[in-house]
């Protein structure tokens, strides 16, 4: 989310066009409603605007839906660095020189007859 503006509850129920009854839904319903012609995906370039107006609509949604009662997502510690594993093996692993050239077997031997 962008940083704050100050927005109040009212200016934002006035922004989403509710009264200061709406319910949770009916400001789903209106942010959805307006995000569809807002959005300045759908807007283009006719519309220079557009980006200023969708994150003023979308700070208001935020505003309207995220409440104290909105449980936060749970701080988790930091994670601690694992120690450095080491393998071991029971024998080394072979050592491989280098590449290996594989020839091509003689041919077999010729059974001629002298004349």
Known sequence: MAEPTGLTRSAALTLLGLTAQASAREVTQAYRRLAKTTHPDIAGPRDPDAARRFAALTEAYHLLTLTSATPSPPVLPP??????????????????AGPVRVMPPDPPPTTRRPV
């Open 79 to 96: 994670l601690r660095r694992p120690f450095p594993v080491r393998v071991r093996f029971a024998q080394p692993p072979p050592i491989v």
